[in-house]
Nanobody, 128 residues
Framework: QLQLVESGGGLVQPGGSLRLSCAAS????????IAWFRQAPGKEREGVSC????????NYADAVKGRFTISRDNAKNTVYLQMNSLKPEDTAVYYC?????????????????????WGQGTQVTVSS
């Protein structure tokens, strides 16, 4: 399976912003839908956002709509998650995953990505 590397996490105060990156090496991301997931301590992993392979379609969990923006730069082989107006409940380890199915983003909250394995993730902590 493909390997992705997440980065960009850190400690931020409530109301602050972070931009996460999901990078691939050894293969190109442009054939894959990419989804971001997060897992808070003691909770199950949940889908946060998804972007289609072309970038023309995006999906967001209700909890992050209007605050998070997913984007991709296929030339840089990277997908981003811009997170604004962060809240303490956004604290979690964030992961990205790849899936080659055309309609994956329509069901990403219910199904883990098939084309990549889970990486180390990047820790996001929102606290004053």
């Amino acid at each position: 399976q493909l390997q992705l590397v997440e980065s960009g996490g850190g400690l931020v105060q409530p109301g602050g912003s972070l931009r996460l990156s999901c990078a691939a090496s050894g293969f190109t991301l442009d054939a894959y839908a990419i989804a971001w997931f997060r897992q808070a301590p003691g909770k199950e992993r949940e889908g946060v956002s998804c972007i289609s392979s072309s970038g023309g379609s995006t999906n967001y969990a209700d909890a992050v709509k209007g605050r998070f923006t997913i984007s991709r730069d296929n030339a840089k082989n990277t997908v981003y998650l811009q997170m604004n107006s962060l809240k303490p409940e956004d604290t979690a380890v964030y992961y990205c995953g790849a899936d080659a199915r055309y309609f994956y983003c329509s069901g990403y909250k219910r199904e883990s990505p098939r084309s990549s394995s889970w990486g180390q993730g990047t820790q996001v902590t929102v606290s004053s």
